[in-house]
């Protein structure tokens, strides 16, 4: 099991610009978390789907961010457009039955906005 | 406000040396704590999860410790590795089932140094 896998590992881009972040869940899981992680604030949660369906976004920051998950091995999350203060390291988790068995997570993706 | 404490911030210790890990919680009610080991430039890594009837848990080295009636848990480390430094998160699951939303510290940063 390659375990979950995020692309990019690493994303420089301008102030305005559109990302995109990617992430494969572990298959068979049907649980996907996207957190944000930074030095001043931790691990937090922005958004969760159970079985592709978001249950709960109220961590999502604000308009500019938006989620997907149009199929069980696939998920996005999207800034547009990004600012400075988006700079962080994003993490995407799967799991079994909502967090029972425990969460895997993937290595991240560091975004940087100048 | 549900929060996790953990301290110290970071400690420095030897090379085979033990070390206590402290965490300590508001969250009520909640159903599982959980501490996990996240590398520099890696995801979060499961090491323990305990359920709030559960006093101890161990995985090699690593013993968790939980007190619900102090809502406190310690993370011990026996003879520390050079591989042991990383950040240790211990996160709470708050609500009465397994399935609530996860309360992150901030972590501890442990170096091991030869």
């Known amino acids: 099991d390659a375990g979950v896998i995020q692309s990019p590992r690493h994303e420089v881009t301008e102030m305005g610009q559109e990302v995109t972040l990617r992430c494969k869940p572990i298959?068979?899981?049907?649980?996907l978390f996207w957190y944000r992680q930074t030095m001043m604030r931790g691990l937090e949660l922005l958004i969760y789907f159970n079985n592709n369906v978001p249950i709960d976004d109220s961590g999502m920051p604000e308009d500019r961010f938006s989620a997907k998950m149009p199929n069980a091995s696939f998920s996005t999350l999207k800034i547009q457009p990004s600012e400075p203060r988006d700079s962080a390291v994003y993490f995407c988790?799967?799991?079994?039955?909502?967090?029972?068995?425990?969460?895997?997570f993937g290595s991240g993706t560091r975004l940087t906005v100048v | 406000k549900n929060q996790v404490e953990q301290s110290p911030q970071s400690l420095i210790i030897l090379e085979g040396k033990n070390c206590t890990l402290q965490?300590?919680?508001?969250?009520?009610?909640?159903?599982?704590l959980r501490w996990y080991k996240q590398d520099t430039g890696r995801g979060p890594v499961s090491l323990t999860i305990m359920t709030f009837s559960e006093n101890t848990k161990s995985n090699g080295r690593y013993t968790a410790t939980l007190d619900a009636d102090t809502k406190q848990s310690s993370l011990h480390i026996t003879a520390s590795q050079l591989s042991d430094s990383a950040s240790y998160i211990c996160?709470?699951?708050?609500?009465?089932?397994?399935?609530?939303?996860?309360?992150f510290g901030q972590g501890t940063t442990l170096q091991v140094k030869p």
């Open positions: 996160v709470v699951s708050e609500g009465s089932s397994n399935t609530g939303k996860l309360i």
């Open positions: 298959s068979g899981h049907n649980s």
């Open positions: 988790a799967s799991t079994q039955d909502r967090g029972i068995y425990g969460y895997t």
């Open positions: 965490c300590n919680y508001t969250v009520s009610p909640f159903s599982n």
